[in-house]
């Protein structure tokens, strides 16, 4: 389904800490990578004092974004579609 159909979207499911694919996660022959989402740590609140744990779907996007910038960052000249690439044969 759109967007995850576009092919400048990289569509990302989640599993969950057994490494089955979560019961809620998106589907289908578009999904290109799947990433964690149980458990997941991040700043609590808006004071980033401390760390809580988060569960959901939101916790896998940035796993995957995270991983496009540092392949960014070490092949600068590489395209959407080569990072895309990367991260698909990589993960």
Same mark, same amino acid.
């Given at each position: ?11 990302? +499911? ?7 694919? %979560?019961?809620?996660?998106?589907? +289908? ?9 149980? +458990? ?15 569960? +959901? ?11 496009? %910038? ?22």
């Amino acid at each position: 389904m759109y967007p995850a159909k576009k092919s400048n979207v990289i569509a990302v +499911g989640v599993v969950k800490r057994n490494r089955n694919l %979560a019961k809620y996660s998106a589907r +289908g022959g578009e999904i290109n990578v799947v990433a964690p989402e149980d +458990g997941v740590r991040a700043p609590s609140g808006t004071s980033f004092t401390g760390y809580q744990s988060f569960n +959901g779907t939101s916790c896998a996007a940035p796993f995957v974004a995270g991983l496009a %910038a540092l392949f960014r960052k070490q092949y600068p000249n590489y395209t959407a579609s080569q990072i895309r690439n990367l991260i698909e044969t990589n993960v």
